[in-house]
């Protein structure tokens, strides 16, 4: 019954090795979501698509990539991950139409870089 | 730019004691408000949400949450809290016309015998 998959739900990656985070979705929705949220903290929003408009943060840092190859699937990549960026990643949908406006996540991935 | 603050960090009740959980937002247009629940190594649950209408809205789990615009609040409330309900809480807000998503610091609720 899963509707938003995060894989996998616990990441460990050495400093400075490339890794990939996979997000898929069973709702149909057009938006996608990659969220950052370290411990305690609030979700930051990373970047977004909308559709297959890509809407980066401005804070986001370049380390920071991601692809949506099709509605389903969306990709975080980090290039060159550093011990800072160890923190739960959260996807997330959402359909802007109709009345459901809501966002729908994930379990999240925990990244540890070691 | 839409943002949110919530005014309180930790809130410590006992249980079955009301909680107010207080949200306040900033935007040059209309909104969307949600509150969201996240427990430890989880996801963000959708609580509640405004859309239009109504200014009362009820949610999941005996919450409901008041919009007020004149004051720009989007308080959570619950008449009688369980131990259950000890999580972090985080209100959101997207402009009616875009998709970005934002979310407050969060509020986390501890509920004490």
């Known amino acids: 019954d899963a509707m938003v998959i995060q894989n996998p739900r616990y990441q460990v990656t050495q400093f400075g090795k490339p890794v990939t985070l996979s997000c898929s979705q069973t709702l149909n929705h057009n938006v996608m979501y990659w969220y950052q949220q370290k411990s305690s903290q609030a979700p930051k929003l990373l970047f977004h698509y909308y559709d297959k408009d890509f809407n980066n943060e401005a804070d986001t840092p370049d380390n920071f990539q991601s692809r949506r190859p099709n509605t389903s699937f969306c990709f975080l990549d980090i290039r060159s991950p550093g011990l800072g960026d160890a923190a739960m990643y959260l996807c997330?949908?959402?359909?802007?139409?109709?009345?459901?406006?809501?966002?729908?996540f994930g379990q999240g991935t925990r990244l540890t870089v070691v | 730019a839409q943002s949110v603050t919530q005014l309180d960090s930790q809130v410590p009740v006992f249980e079955e004691a009301p909680v107010e959980l207080r949200c306040n937002y900033s935007?040059?247009?209309?909104?969307?408000l949600f509150w969201y629940v996240q427990y430890p190594n989880q996801g963000l649950q959708l609580l509640l949400k405004y859309l239009s209408g109504s200014t009362l809205v009820k949610g999941i789990n005996g919450f409901e949450a008041e919009f007020n615009k004149s004051q720009t609040s989007f308080h959570l409330r619950k008449p009688s809290v369980h131990i259950s309900d000890t999580a972090e809480y985080f209100c959101a807000v997207k402009e009616t016309s875009g998709s970005r998503l934002t979310f407050g610091e969060g509020t986390q609720l501890t509920v004490n015998p």
């Open positions: 997330a949908t959402s359909r802007v139409a109709g009345l459901l406006y809501e966002a729908f």
């Open positions: 935007s040059s247009v209309s909104v969307y």
